[in-house]
Structure formats: C-alpha cells, structure tokens
C-alpha cells in the first residue's frame, strides 16, 4: 500500500504539505499544491491511516455500538436508526456482536475504548447478574472518565443517558388484548430468563391477567432463545405438557413465527384453535400467513433517539427517554374457542388491519 511519503514525493511536496491536503487541515495550501497531492493520491490509490487520523484529529470520529446480533430484526431494525443518525452527522458506526454473552460484552467495551470512540452504545438487553453489572459499570466509568459518552437502549443498572422501549406496557396490551377475546389457558413463548427484557414483557402480561382473575403459572411458560428455532421449540413444548393451550404470547417476533411454525406442522388452525400474539412488530409480521398480531415497538426511533443522546449536547443529569408500545392488530388473534361471534363471523369488534391500541 502505499504511504502518505510516497504522496509527498510524488507530487513533490513535503509530508507535511501532503498530511493538511489529506486531511482538510485549516492551514492554508495553493491551489497548485493540493492538485499535485490529490492527483498524487489518485495515481497510488493511497487511503488515509484510520489510526494515525485518530491520534492527529482533535475530536473522536467514530462510535462503537454493542449489540447481540445485528442479524436479528430487531437488532437490524434499531441499527438502521442508528445507523441515520451517525450517517448525517459523519461518523463512523463500528459494530459488536455479542451473541448475548456477557463475557465478549465486556471485552468489546475495553475494545471500543482502545479504539477511543466517541461514544458507546449499548442497545442489547441488560442483564439479570449482579457481577457482570458490577464489572461492565467500572468499564464503562473509566470510558466515561477519559470523555466517552455512554447512552443504553432498554433496563440496564447503568446511570447514564438511556432509552427505554415500555416492555412491560407491552406486555400488558398482549394479555389484556387475549383477556378481552376470552381466552384463559394463555401459553407464554419466552426469551432467557437472564435478560431484563424477558423479565419486563412477563411482568406486564402477569399484570394484565391478575386484573382479570387469572394468573400465569411457570408451567405454561417456556424459556427459549429469543429466534425462530427457539420459539419452535418451546410451542412444542407447551402444547405437549398442556393440549388445552387457546392462547400463546411470543417474547418477540421471531419467536412468534417459530410459534406459527409448530402451529402449522400440528395442524391447528391459528386463530380459530390458537391465538398468537408476538412482540416488536418487525417488518415481516406482516408478511406471514395469517398475518401476526404484534406488540409495537419504535425499533428505528430507539436507534435514532440513542445516537442523537450520545452526540448531543452533554446534559447535567441522565436523560431516560421512555418510547411507547402499541398493539397492532392483524389476523393471528381471535376470540377462544366457543366465544361469540357476530352475524358475519368477525370478532365482536373491529379487530383487522394495522388497528393499534
């Protein structure tokens, strides 16, 4: 590859001449120097040193973005947000995978503060363990201490900037919604139990069915990972251990169409035998057959409203912006079994179409 010297002696001016062409520096160059040095750059095909440009740059140019799988649509989603907002404002958006392990969560931390990014997003789930917490908020303070800005999308024990989708409003719109359509045995196609995320959707369903009398026992509940495999599974599961099941509530959308999967392999007619109720309304649920009732959440705006926290202006006190959820109602949810129908066979209220709640 060649150097920023080979740039400077092919169009014969000095390194630092070539550097301040390069790098748009304010000191002022003839007109005749900076066509040499880009021509020059032109001819070798030179490309900047992203590293020695960190160290000469007086500000930070990129930020680091930990998530747990950005092939996950949820994921995919809320990076898009991100993703528009760095885009506008020239930064460069560097993205962790951490497959949702606690462990290469933190190594990414001390990574992305090596690098000297910025800010650091972190838009995955927080966690149910007290030692990981304890060890991601020291890392996160010395990134603090040298200037990085911090911000976190959904409940982690961090304080700082965050953004926080109302999972647990969420949750309460699905069960009210099956509540209202007469369904009692309601099914749960949960996430892991360790994610804050899993523990916040269960709460406000738990709500929702206590309003109206009725509780949620474990044994209709079955943790999985929160994909379409793992909401395959454990439909599986709980249609073996209770064949009674009218209703069943999918964590996220993914797990959802798993959900709808299973459904269909067994022969039962969704939702005349079973409701299906997902979460997050990702672009596809709208696409599968029978169309899926969601949980909505803003993924994009999530991203959005994150990275403009982390470059915006610094504030004197954490900012925790609370983005709502609302029900979207398709085709996958009807009323339980031997509940009344009206003349034209349609659920006692309009129910069809992107209807939110």
Known sequence: MATLSDVARRAGVSPATASRVINGSSKPVTDELRERVLA???ELQYVPNAHAQLLARSHRSAVGVIVH?????YFAEITRGLQRVATDQGRLLMICNSYRDPDRELEYVELLRGHQVAALILAGSGYHDEAFTRQLNEKLAAYEATGGRVAVIGRHEHSGDAVM???RAGGYLAGRELCELGHRAIGVVAGPRILTTTTDR??????????QGHDLPERRIRYAEFDRDGGAEATARLLDADPELTAIV??????AIGALATLRARATAVPQQVSVVGFDDMPIARDVTPALTTVRLPLVD???RAMSLVLG????????EVLPAELIRRDTAGPAPGQRHD???SVPRARRGDVTA
Not at 69 to 73: I, K, M
């Open 202 to 211: 269960l709460a406000g369903l738990r709500q929702a069915l206590a309003e």
């Open 250 to 255: 999918a964590l996220n959308d993914s797990m």
């Open 313 to 320: 202006a610094d504030a004197p006190a954490p900012r925790v």
């Open 165 to 167: 989708p109302d999972n």
């Open 69 to 73: 799988d950005v092939s996950d649509p």
């Open 302 to 304: 999530m991203g959005v």
């Open 40 to 42: 020059a750059v032109a």
């Open 343 to 345: 003349a034209a066979g």
